[in-house]
């Protein structure tokens, strides 16, 4: 028999971790419980907060108008954070969705309006072409190993630009009914429109939790070594993320001139900051390898509710970007803290 002195190897023998569970008062462990669920769903009890103070400040954000322009308004930005999401699952950023977006849609209007091509050429014509943009930004990250903050920044300058020379700074407006139908279209006075981010959100779900791409993205993000050495094509994965981030930018790009009937040469030039917020607020991580879709849907209700809220609450434009940027920040500081609370 052995003496009793290498049996005593501490807290971290299983006999003593197991007494301490144990030894734990039910109390404390409900009580802890109760931080963790509160820290894992802070977005829907920070988004629930702002929706009483909003509604207190002025009853109209109750109205059933504003629930549908709060919707209308969550899709465009919803799409965008689905699409920035995808490269932040695997430790990489897109900078060029908001541009890309722009540009693609524009691409659309003028084979409608001005060379006379059927909605339905050039609607999907537009959309490739945000798709084929984010594959070359696939190609660049992966083949040529270029930074893609730095490579994303540079294609959004570029698209910048040329959606400028493209529109010559004029605002394209004269689009067809055809063209413009679903960012109008309603069925008993509710609007048609987020039914595709309702679409694009279940998809994106599906994708992450139910298919081999989607373990492969968090794999890939979590750790792209191990995941080479497991034998998942890591620069495949990257380039497919990148891939679906331009398609989903196409789609946002549509339905946001269809929406608004018109495309500027400036078109989604507001969007990135919020789009890049949206996805982190909910929890998608920067470093990559975690993040869901019910996460990235509150991050987008979140930021939506917080500026539709001020605006309809008459604060001054001039304090809107200040405040908004405010919560935005006391937002991700909280999620912040969850993150950091979970991990211990």
Same mark, same amino acid.
């Given at each position: 028999m052995q003496p009793r002195s290498e049996f005593s190897t501490g807290a971290s023998s299983p006999g003593t971790a197991a007494l301490a569970q144990a030894s734990t008062p039910p109390a404390a462990k409900r009580g802890k419980s109760s931080v963790q669920w509160m820290f894992q769903n802070v977005v829907w009890l920070w988004l629930a907060a702002l929706v009483v103070v909003f509604g207190v400040l002025n009853p109209f954000f109750f109205t059933l108008s504003n629930l549908q322009n709060v919707l209308v308004q969550a899709t465009v930005l919803g799409l965008l954070a689905l699409a920035v999401s995808l490269p932040l699952m695997v430790a990489e950023i897109d900078l060029s969705i908001a541009s890309n977006m722009g540009f693609s849609a524009a691409i659309g209007a003028i084979l409608t309006t001005r060379l006379g091509l059927s909605p339905a050429v050039g609607v999907p014509v537009g959309i490739a072409a945000a798709t084929a943009i984010g594959f070359f930004n696939g190609l660049c990250v992966t083949r040529l190993? !270029?930074?893609?903050l730095i490579q &994303?920044?540079?294609? !959004?300058?570029?698209?910048?630009? &040329?959606l400028l020379a493209v529109t010559q700074g004029n605002t394209i407006s004269d689009m067809p009914n055809p063209y413009i139908w679903i960012g109008q279209y309603t069925v008993g006075n509710w609007p048609v429109m987020p039914i595709v981010f309702l679409v694009a959100l279940i998809g994106m779900g599906f994708l992450l939790r139910k298919t081999v791409l989607g373990r492969c993205l968090y794999a890939t993000g979590g750790n792209a070594l191990a995941a080479n050495s497991a034998g998942i094509r890591v620069n495949r994965i990257k380039i497919v993320a990148f891939?679906?981030?331009g398609l989903l930018s196409g789609v946002a790009g549509y339905l946001l001139a269809a929406w608004q009937m018109a495309i500027t040469s400036d078109q989604g030039e507001g969007f990135l900051l919020y789009a890049i917020a949206a996805p982190i607020i909910g929890g998608v991580s920067v470093f990559g390898g975690r993040g869901g879709a019910m996460g990235i849907l509150g991050g987008v209700l979140l930021l939506t509710v917080i500026h539709v809220g001020l605006a309809i609450t008459e604060v001054p434009s001039f304090y809107v970007q200040m405040i908004g940027g405010i919560l935005i920040f006391i937002a991700v500081a909280v999620d912040a803290i969850r993150v950091n609370f979970v991990s211990q």
């Amino acid at each position: 028999m052995q003496p009793r002195s290498e049996f005593s190897t501490g807290a971290s023998s299983p006999g003593t971790a197991a007494l301490a569970q144990a030894s734990t008062p039910p109390a404390a462990k409900r009580g802890k419980s109760s931080v963790q669920w509160m820290f894992q769903n802070v977005v829907w009890l920070w988004l629930a907060a702002l929706v009483v103070v909003f509604g207190v400040l002025n009853p109209f954000f109750f109205t059933l108008s504003n629930l549908q322009n709060v919707l209308v308004q969550a899709t465009v930005l919803g799409l965008l954070a689905l699409a920035v999401s995808l490269p932040l699952m695997v430790a990489e950023i897109d900078l060029s969705i908001a541009s890309n977006m722009g540009f693609s849609a524009a691409i659309g209007a003028i084979l409608t309006t001005r060379l006379g091509l059927s909605p339905a050429v050039g609607v999907p014509v537009g959309i490739a072409a945000a798709t084929a943009i984010g594959f070359f930004n696939g190609l660049c990250v992966t083949r040529l190993k !270029m930074v893609s903050l730095i490579q &994303t920044l540079a294609v !959004m300058i570029v698209l910048q630009g &040329t959606l400028l020379a493209v529109t010559q700074g004029n605002t394209i407006s004269d689009m067809p009914n055809p063209y413009i139908w679903i960012g109008q279209y309603t069925v008993g006075n509710w609007p048609v429109m987020p039914i595709v981010f309702l679409v694009a959100l279940i998809g994106m779900g599906f994708l992450l939790r139910k298919t081999v791409l989607g373990r492969c993205l968090y794999a890939t993000g979590g750790n792209a070594l191990a995941a080479n050495s497991a034998g998942i094509r890591v620069n495949r994965i990257k380039i497919v993320a990148f891939t679906l981030s331009g398609l989903l930018s196409g789609v946002a790009g549509y339905l946001l001139a269809a929406w608004q009937m018109a495309i500027t040469s400036d078109q989604g030039e507001g969007f990135l900051l919020y789009a890049i917020a949206a996805p982190i607020i909910g929890g998608v991580s920067v470093f990559g390898g975690r993040g869901g879709a019910m996460g990235i849907l509150g991050g987008v209700l979140l930021l939506t509710v917080i500026h539709v809220g001020l605006a309809i609450t008459e604060v001054p434009s001039f304090y809107v970007q200040m405040i908004g940027g405010i919560l935005i920040f006391i937002a991700v500081a909280v999620d912040a803290i969850r993150v950091n609370f979970v991990s211990q």
